[in-house]
């Protein structure tokens, strides 16, 4: 308790931070709670039974025609709506024994008084909008299937553009390519509660669920294909680290494929915020090699949308051509072309000659620093997604990094990337402590609680962290105390479980985690 009452003297920011998330996640084990996210309630006739899932005893619900679920959305309005889910990934794992007409899958109206929203028809298509299928891959009659649909209301209508698209265990099945009611917070976005199996007119059919997934974005076709088919297991529970690295006498990954030093560097000791540290130092024109494991995002074949945080320092009498030093580049052969990103000789970070105001926060030579480096080539160029921190403060927004700022284009990731490197040798000697990638362009608010470097790492979030700086401490207490008993279903990450609402569940999950990670 002195602990939390020096941190409220001191003035403690708390944060709410929103990110990429699973917001609600069911298993239908024998009840209706969540894993993540509030109960389900049930409507209609059902029961709890056991089936076999390849091979693997599972626990599911049965349903007869007309039976449906009310399934809390524990999602924050996206995509430019004011009160509505506008990108959201659904993913279930479901039997019906015969498809003889149409079945609904997704009803968006809570009221269920008008058609729902996503079918199977008759011929085994899935979709909306008279557009339902690859006839060359149907669903399946009495068999376990793993079913998803992405939607992003903010995507055109007309073309494969469009982001209404649909899954059978991990294979693109179709694209509806202009669903009725297009539009951001319109007939597809989500509100408060979605339904189920329910259709206004009763075109529903009986059968089985057993996994029940709802993500608060657009999944890639990559990803899809990474979750596969239907398991008697949950769903994964993912998080947005990707890869970490800690280099304490080892390239191996806490997370991830070890790195590879490609050059000439050796393990040493240096001091951190006041703390002994294991750390890489590596000599000029040497770099890592990084497989970073992400999964293509962004709507295309590469990462386009993604963060990289490191842990640093460079000599303040660094040597490099022409004052610049390559922090990374996304070529995986260093020599056949520019890095990707920059420290320039006024010590600013950035690309195409944009290198930050320099009356802000500026690269200090000589000293460990966390920077961060956060993409999104989805976002126009002009006012890019293209941002670099200093000891989680924003450094620099590149507003146009040039013509190679395209999804897949130049600042997109391809299985591996390189830290370090450059073609022209704008490069120099240094430290490197920790380094870390999320699949995922994390927020300023997410950056500011990571704050500047420590001894022990790059943290990695764990459960009870509120605001995402790898300690369960006084701050994430006093965050869930703070906002105890808010009911609005749009919470951040104060509502750990993701019910809806700040409560003692919440905190008891910091109570239990107290300590963590710190």
């Not at 669920?209 to 709802?214: P, S």
């Amino acid at each position: 308790m002195q602990k939390l009452l020096a941190s409220v003297a001191l003035g403690v920011t708390l944060v709410s931070v929103q990110a990429q998330q699973i917001v609600g996640s069911w298993q239908f084990d024998g009840n209706f709670n969540a894993q993540i996210g509030s109960a389900i309630t049930p409507f209609g006739v059902g029961d709890f039974e056991t089936a076999i899932i390849n091979g693997q005893q599972a626990g599911v619900w049965r349903f007869d025609a007309g039976a449906y679920l009310s399934v809390p959305n524990g999602a924050c309005p996206n995509g430019g709506g004011v009160e509505r889910l506008n990108q959201y990934t659904l993913i279930m794992d479901v039997l019906f024994p015969t498809i003889t007409g149409f079945t609904a899958l997704l009803q968006t109206n809570p009221a269920n008084n008008d058609d729902a929203d996503w079918f199977i028809n008759q011929t085994r298509g899935m979709g909306i909008a008279g557009d339902y299928f690859d006839p060359l891959n149907r669903f399946q009659n009495g068999a376990w299937q793993r079913v998803v649909v992405t939607i992003d209301t903010t995507s055109p209508s007309g073309g494969d553009n469009c982001i209404y698209r649909v899954y059978i265990n991990g294979e693109l099945h179709n694209i509806v390519q202009r669903p009725s009611g297009w539009g951001r917070d319109g007939r597809f976005s989500l509100q408060d509660v979605i339904l189920i199996f329910a259709d206004n007119d009763m075109e529903t059919a009986p059968g089985w669920i057993n996994n029940l997934q709802m993500r608060n974005y657009v999944m890639s076709d990559a990803e899809v294909a990474g979750l596969g088919g239907p398991t008697a297991s949950s769903l994964p529970i993912v998080g947005g680290v990707t890869g970490s690295w800690n280099f304490d006498d080892t390239f191996d990954a806490q997370f991830g494929a070890p790195a590879q030093m490609v050059g000439v560097g050796f393990f040493t000791d240096e001091v951190i915020s006041g703390q002994n540290a294991r750390v890489l130092s590596f000599e000029r024109n040497t770099y890592l090699r990084v497989p970073h494991g992400i999964l293509p995002n962004g709507g295309g074949a590469r990462v386009n949308q993604y963060s990289v945080i490191m842990d640093i320092k460079f000599p303040a009498n660094r040597v490099s051509f022409n004052a610049f030093t390559s922090l990374f580049q996304t070529d995986p052969q260093p020599l056949a072309n520019d890095g990707d990103c920059f420290i320039n000789g006024a010590n600013g970070i950035g690309i195409s000659g944009d290198y930050g105001d320099p009356t802000n926060v500026r690269f200090t030579p000589g000293e460990w620093q966390r920077i961060a480096l956060v993409v999104d080539t989805t976002t126009p160029n002009g006012s890019a997604t293209y941002k670099s921190y200093v000891n989680g403060v924003l450094q620099n927004q590149v507003q146009a990094p040039g013509s190679g700022w395209t999804v897949d284009g130049r600042f997109a990731l391809r299985n591996t990337f390189l830290v370090f490197a450059d073609d022209g040798n704008e490069v120099a000697g240094g430290y490197i402590n920790s380094l870390q990638l999320r699949n995922y362009a994390m927020s300023d608010a997410e950056l500011a609680a990571l704050g500047g470097p420590s001894a022990a790492g790059i943290p990695i979030p764990i459960a009870g962290d509120v605001n995402r700086d790898g300690c369960v401490d006084d701050a994430d207490l006093l965050a869930v105390l703070f906002n105890f008993g808010a009911n609005n279903p749009c919470i951040a990450l104060e509502d750990l479980n993701r019910d809806g609402v700040v409560d003692d569940a919440d905190l008891l999950i910091v109570l239990f985690n107290f300590s963590s990670g710190c």
